[in-house]
């Protein structure tokens, strides 16, 4: 039995967070018995494939190994059944019994997947946020699962690099609110209870600032950009308790990221207090020698050295740190400390107490896919949808009106979950078509396809990876145009749903042209033509630039991609049964020349005219104004809101002290709604160059028509804080200018002095 073979009673578990500083007695008991091959086996993380490939590798000999104790953990296997046999393994067959960390990519949601992550940013509700997670975290360890590989908070002002589907967008400030709340949604208050799993916030570190936004490509970046716009997420999360940190593809200062020292011990541990364990991203290991850091031994040693603790499929720990040690390349010491931080999180989460405390057979039927986690991903994903133009009230439309479906994402249950649901199932996805029905049995609605996602067969294929996503139909576009057309003049209303299919955005799928395919632009131009009120219905895994479709006389509601109840939250939503309340989380550009693009830029020495015009040796471009398309903060609601009279409760405060703003809102229009009331910050003069504008604060509240409400919102020391040339976090003493209202454009504004 398990428990003989340990010897060791691990009772009384209690979460004490990952920055506990303590040993844990049974883990170093634990330790004592272990070989040198036994622990280096724990700094072994395999899959072994057949599920959804996550990556372009999959692990052999997996069951032989696990028996030999050359196993720590798993990813790619889920349910109960299967995981249990992978765990007796271990515990069963293995000589000291040691049970497997499950790991897996539930990135926006398990089998019930909700928005993805850039979609569920742009509620900015993080008690929701907290609450899908912790939905996820559920249903995944009734499936078996104890650690999941999110959130993922790479900062990304790029939206050419597909990865920007999956985290929270540009801003540092939001992205570690998200941060935290995910966190804590996945790992509750107790990580060894049966709901909760562990986190592992990735991609450590700067991955979302890939040059030219291609994915794996190289980071560079000084150190105060890095400190004050991209860690803080990583830090956040680190702070809200995340017990493992994956490293990212990408180097930083010309070491990457899986052998760097200076970011995974100097900064996570020393600096920032981390206690976890840190595993590499896939064969990120051993991705450095094709990086030119040396052979697999040379990279794995470095990369033990530089404090990476578990080695993600690439076997470059298991088959060459033994060598390194008769060598005295690593010390014992080097690969104990790296097992004694796995072994803790196996502990952590209640592993040795019981290895099978996630394989009750009972709960994926009881626990998955419930309704009540359907009418919660329902109701994230109405909230993820940003509302960016309604032309003469286009919506929301009256259900006694005869509406023309059209589009090819109309009704493409291929399409509606988003990149990175590898655990979903696609054919419970809700679409559009059926989402109006659903939500308007009465009303009448015709459909046609319209268009392809792209006409372009190579573009499809490359798409179309994990299946078919883009369907090239056997009839020609003009046919299908014109039945569009056709179906379109017998309608008083046209709702036309376009854009990106979901593996145009996602891991490995960077877009120099993040434009609406030509097949799906003619088709919006054609069915303006009709005369016909149109509102099309934006997919995306990204920002687009849509400037010629932002001109059109449209209605332009931006969906993401929902997740499984897509069709009825869109419904939900064109119906007016949920009056849109998203803010954009990224900035979305004119065109491609403008990235990368985000809110808080430095106005320079040479600030270009405020009104978008040209001026000659200025900050600007010939072609086109500075100022993006649509500013980060944006979204429109059925109703419209008014902002007066600002106040701060001081106009002077003291190092240490907090201030508080107070703004009225008024919900000024014909419908009930929600509005995200945000902050801005502008430190005037300070010792280096201030970003324009940061956001440091926000509310998101209900109003009902003609209500007003005073809204106050409290900056802390802390939001006066930068980090300095020394990279000390500070504040400097000075004027300080706030700037409250709908988005970061936001013109109320006030001022007050640091003393
Ligand atoms: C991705 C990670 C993911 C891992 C395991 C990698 O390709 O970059 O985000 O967690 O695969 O699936």
């Not at 049970?99 to 929701?128: A, C, F, K, N, Q």
């Not at 509406?403 to 696609?426: C, F, K, Q, V, Y």
Request: proline residues 5%; charged residues 25%.
């Amino acid at each position: 039995m398990y428990c003989k073979k340990l010897l060791i009673a691990f009772m009384g578990l209690a979460f004490f967070g990952a920055n506990a500083q303590k040993r844990i007695p049974q883990v170093e008991q634990l330790l004592e018995k272990m070989t040198i091959e036994e622990k280096i086996g724990q700094l072994n993380l395999l899959t072994p494939g057949g599920g959804v490939a996550t990556g372009a590798v999959v692990s052999e000999n997996v069951e032989a190994k696990i028996k030999a104790g050359e196993v720590g953990g798993l990813f790619g296997v889920a349910g109960p059944e299967k995981v249990r046999v992978a765990q007796e393994l271990a515990v069963n067959q293995s000589r000291l019994g040691i049970p497997l960390l499950i790991g897996s990519d539930v990135i926006h949601g398990y089998r019930t997947v909700y928005p993805i992550p850039l979609g569920l940013s742009s509620s900015w509700d993080m008690e929701l946020v907290r609450k899908a997670a912790q939905m996820a975290a559920k249903e995944a360890t009734a499936d078996g699962i104890n650690w999941n590989f999110s959130p993922m908070v790479d900062i990304a002002r790029d939206p050419r690099w597909g990865r920007m589907a999956e985290g929270a967008g540009e801003d540092p400030y939001l992205g570690s609110k998200i941060a935290e709340a995910m966190v804590k949604g996945y790992q509750g208050s107790d990580l060894s209870a049966a709901n909760t799993m562990l986190a592992c916030v990735k991609h450590f570190a700067l991955y979302g600032a890939s040059q030219a936004g291609r994915d794996y490509n190289t980071v560079d970046m000084g150190k105060i950009k890095m400190f004050n716009q991209y860690l803080p997420p990583y830090h956040a999360a680190i702070d809200a308790g995340a017990v493992s940190v994956m490293t990212s593809f990408n180097d930083v200062d010309g070491v990457p990221a899986t052998g760097n020292k200076w970011l995974l011990t100097d900064l996570l541990r020393d600096r920032w207090g981390f206690d976890g364990f840190v595993v590499s991203d896939y064969t990120s290991l051993n991705e450095m020698v094709a990086h030119g850091l040396g052979d697999l031994q040379a990279v794995s040693t470095l990369a033990l050295k530089a404090g990476l603790d578990m080695d993600m499929v690439g076997e470059g720990f298991l088959t060459t740190l033994k060598q390194s040690l008769d060598e005295g390349k690593v010390t014992e010491e080097d690969i104990t400390n790296a097992c004694r931080r796995v072994l803790e999180a196996k502990y952590i989460s209640g592993l040795f107490d019981d290895p099978y405390r996630y394989l009750d057979t009972k709960r994926p039927e009881r626990d998955i896919l419930t309704q009540e986690h359907r009418e919660l991903a329902r109701k994230l994903a109405a909230r993820s949808f940003v509302l960016l133009k309604n032309e003469k009230g286009i919506l929301p439309i009256r259900t006694n009106k005869k509406i023309a479906l059209i589009g090819p994402l109309a009704h493409s249950r291929e399409n509606m979950l988003g990149t990175w649901a590898p655990t979903g199932d696609l054919s419970l996805a809700v679409t559009i078509l059926e989402g109006l029905k659903n939500v308007a049995p009465n009303s009448s609605i015709k459909y046609t396809k319209g268009a392809n996602i792209s006409d372009d067969p190579g573009f499809a294929k490359r798409v179309n990876v994990f299946g078919p996503r883009i369907a090239i139909d056997e009839r020609t576009p003009e046919d299908m145009l014109q039945e569009a057309v056709d179906v379109a003049n017998t309608s008083d209303v046209i709702v036309a749903v376009v854009g990106e299919a979901t593996e145009m955005s996602g891991e490995s799928s960077s877009r120099t042209d993040i434009s609406i395919p030509e097949s799906q632009k003619k088709l919006i131009r054609a069915l303006v033509e009709t005369g016909k009120p149109v509102a099309l219905v934006l997919m995306s895994g990204r920002p687009l630039t849509i400037p010629e479709e932002f001109e059109l006389p449209v209605a332009i509601l931006q969906v993401w991609h929902p997740g499984v109840e897509a069709g009825n939250a869109i419904a939900d939503v064109l119906f007016g049964n949920y009056n849109p309340s998203g803010k954009l989380t990224a900035t979305w550009p004119r065109n491609v020349g403008q990235i990368p693009i985000y809110h808080s830029v430095k106005t320079t020495g040479r600030p270009g005219p405020k009104d978008g015009t040209f001026e000659k040796f200025k900050t600007n471009y010939l072609d086109v104004p500075n100022a993006p398309l649509l500013p980060f903060g944006y979204g429109l609601s059925y109703t419209t809101f008014e902002y007066s009279n600002l106040k701060l409760n001081k106009n002077e405060i003291r190092q240490g002290e907090g201030i508080a703003a107070k703004v009225t809102v008024t919900n000024t229009g014909n419908y009930d709604g929600e509005e995200v009331v945000q902050l801005y910050l502008r430190d005037v003069v300070r010792s280096i160059t201030p970003p324009r504008r940061e956001l440091k604060g926000f509310h998101k509240i209900p109003l009902k028509k003609g209500e007003s409400k005073e809204v106050t919102i409290t900056l802390a020391p802390n939001d006066l804080k930068f980090y300095n040339s020394q990279l000390e976090f500070v504040s400097e003493a000075g004027k300080f200018e706030v700037f409250v209202g709908t988005n970061s454009d936001a013109q109320l504004s006030e001022t007050f002095t640091l003393k």
